[in-house]
């Protein structure tokens, strides 16, 4: 069984993290799957939101510990005089570290739909996504330092960028255990939904997000991380680029059109 899976119905891309019995913790074949489709996701017209869920009881506990132990994978023995720190260095480059950066990549809106745990490199994960959905009874954590490694696939990049620097770095000196609601109140998740209505209530979101204009939606998502980076004039005159293109397209006379004739709006 693939320790990935990837499907698209309905213009809603799905990563669903395969792995369940060792609560879909990270393996080379996951990893080299998950760049897959996401280079899918970003090359395909025809895709407009990705769900990003796990399989089984948890969204995704990180690294496998066992694995670890074992030295397997980036985790070599330092015992194998193959295994040096440059190696370890660009395997989490080529590997695990391609997922934010073809995430970057991407303009379409991706939602995080999470349930049981997300520890460390797994909570990392959902928070490169757009939007994170949460089960009420989700817990959370940046783990890391209970098995003394840092958090290499980019969480000391979102975090501070979510609940500021002295928060971030409390979670990650502590490994402090989070409820949803606790995460919720922090900034890091989006919504919180009871366990039963998370799987709906993602997949309605993901589809009211699917039939908005297209090229509106992803210029909002480009403009919203780019501005990030921008002075005000500069962003300005960004946004000012992006309204001088959408207002020339079919879905805006339509919107506009809708709004007068009081219907709702049917996009291509």
């Not at 997949?203 to 699917?210: F, M, P, S, V």
């Amino acid at each position: 069984m693939a320790d990935l899976l990837f499907d698209v119905k309905d213009h809603i891309a799905t990563i669903t993290l395969n792995r369940p019995e060792a609560y879909n913790a990270f393996s080379e074949e996951m990893i080299a799957e998950w760049i897959t489709a996401l280079e899918t996701v970003r090359d395909s017209d025809d895709i407009r939101v990705v769900i990003v869920k796990g399989n089984g009881k948890s969204f995704c506990a990180g690294g496998d510990i066992k694995a670890m132990q074992a030295g397997e994978g980036f985790f070599k023995s330092e015992d194998d005089i193959s295994s040096t720190g440059l190696a370890r260095k660009n395997s989490l480059w080529k590997k695990i570290q391609r997922i934010p950066l073809l995430l970057e990549e991407i303009d379409k809106p991706v939602i995080a739909q999470v349930h049981g745990f997300a520890m460390g490199a797994g909570l990392d994960m959902a928070l490169m996504c757009d939007i994170r959905i949460t089960a009420k009874s989700t817990k959370i954590s940046e783990s890391y330092i209970n098995v003394a490694i840092v958090p290499g696939d980019g969480g000391a990049y979102y975090l501070p960028k979510l609940i500021g620097i002295d928060q971030a770095l409390d979670m990650f000196w502590t490994a402090r255990v989070l409820t949803a609601e606790e995460a919720k109140a922090k900034g890091i998740v989006t919504f919180v939904v009871e366990d039963e209505a998370l799987e709906e209530y993602t997949l309605q979101y993901a589809q009211e997000l699917a039939s908005r204009p297209t090229t509106t939606v992803q210029f909002i998502k480009r403009a919203v991380y780019q501005s990030q980076r921008m002075d005000l004039r500069t962003a300005l005159d960004y946004i000012s680029s992006q309204m001088a293109i959408v207002t020339e397209l079919e879905d805006f006379k339509e919107g506009v059109t809708a709004v007068v004739e009081k219907r709702k709006p049917v996009y291509k």
